[in-house]
């Protein structure tokens, strides 16, 4: 099982770091690929941003380079997902999801995961 938290209200321009930690031992952790999704009830979930396990190469997309960061805890098991320079449009449920170690190509795809978080919400407003 996956638990994402971290999420809350937070300023324009603020930051906030959401973690997700695993239980349990349904998957392998250094074959895996971790990553963040988003969704809002208007909008399709979206890729946030994946990390690989066994190498730790990081992945997000154009939007979010530079403002959004994913690293990993190998000591604890956890991956997280650093937020910094929030706008309102960031508001969302956010989920953290794993899958099987990924290629670059793959890696941004939600159906390649099959373990999902409960989604923790993260709402950015003054």
């Known amino acids: 099982q996956l638990q994402a938290c971290g999420g809350g209200l937070v300023q324009p321009g603020g930051s906030l770091r959401l973690s997700c930690a695993a239980s349990g031992g349904t998957f392998s952790r250094t074959t895996s690929s971790w990553a963040w999704f988003r969704q809002t009830p208007e909008k399709e979930r979206e890729f946030v941003a994946a990390?690989?396990?066994?190498?730790?190469?990081?992945f997000s997309t154009d939007s979010m380079k530079g403002r959004f960061t994913i690293s990993r805890d190998r000591a604890k098991s956890m991956v997280y997902l650093q937020m910094n320079s929030l706008k309102p449009e960031d508001t969302a449920v956010y989920y953290c999801?794993?899958?099987?170690?990924?290629?670059?190509?793959?890696?941004?795809?939600?159906?390649?995961?099959?373990?999902w978080g409960q989604g923790t919400q993260l709402t950015v407003s003054s």
């Open positions: 990390i690989r396990w066994r190498d730790g190469n990081s």
């Open positions: 999801a794993v899958g099987p170690h990924m290629i670059a190509s793959l890696i941004r795809d939600q159906g390649r995961y099959d373990s």
